[in-house]
């Protein structure tokens, strides 16, 4: 997908997804890879606000505008896709530098990308969530109260992150070999 190694990380709303990226994303780059992440956000997001610069250049008319400092950049574009539609991984993956060793993708459990599902302890994962794409793990989720965030056991995260640096190691270096040329076709007249 747009050449970029994903895995989404899958899971009804208020599960933890968030929760656990935010302890797997650091125990990933401490194994040496460069991580990016793609959060769908399925009621929108007002990433700009009114009344800025930027936001009065992208309500002008603008196609794309960046927004740039001296610790960050950021681009914003308008998404044109049908409303009855959700705004594919590969648009949002097309956003991202090309040098990442992995993105973790948080939902976009409709796509066929290999995933990881997060279930609360007791419950089942919803077949959705396993037919989409390949399973990696299904990770049962710590009990919490409401207000707070879920424990994940830094076991269990090491045990993932060595899983998905294992996974992209391999694919980095299968993306290295060579191809072998396909043999040249002599006409014999």
């Not at 769908?40 to 936001?55: Q, V």
């Not at 399973?135 to 090491?158: D, G, K, N």
Request: with cysteine.
């Amino acid at each position: 997908m747009v050449g970029l190694p994903v895995v989404a990380v899958v899971g009804r709303s208020g599960v933890g997804k968030t929760s656990f990226l935010e302890r797997l994303v650091p125990a990933l780059r401490a194994r040496g890879l460069a991580v990016g992440c793609v959060k769908h956000a399925s009621h929108g997001f007002l990433a700009d606000r009114p009344g800025k610069d930027s936001y009065r250049l992208a309500a002008s008319g603008a196609d794309a505008v960046a927004l740039a400092s001296r610790h960050q950049i950021a681009t914003f574009r308008s998404a044109v896709v049908p409303p009855e539609l959700e705004v594919p991984l590969v648009a949002a993956l097309a956003t991202l530098p090309r040098d990442l060793d992995l993105v973790l993708a948080e939902g976009f459990s409709w796509e066929p990308v290999a995933r990881l599902v997060l279930v609360a302890r007791g419950d089942e994962p919803s077949p959705d969530y396993l037919r989409a794409g390949p399973v990696i793990a299904v990770v049962e989720v710590p009990p919490h109260p409401e207000q707070s965030a879920p424990l994940f056991a830094p076991a269990l995260v090491a045990r993932i992150a060595r899983r998905l640096a294992a996974r992209a190691r391999a694919r980095a270096r299968a993306a290295s070999r060579p191809t072998p040329l396909a043999p040249r076709r002599q006409d014999l007249h």
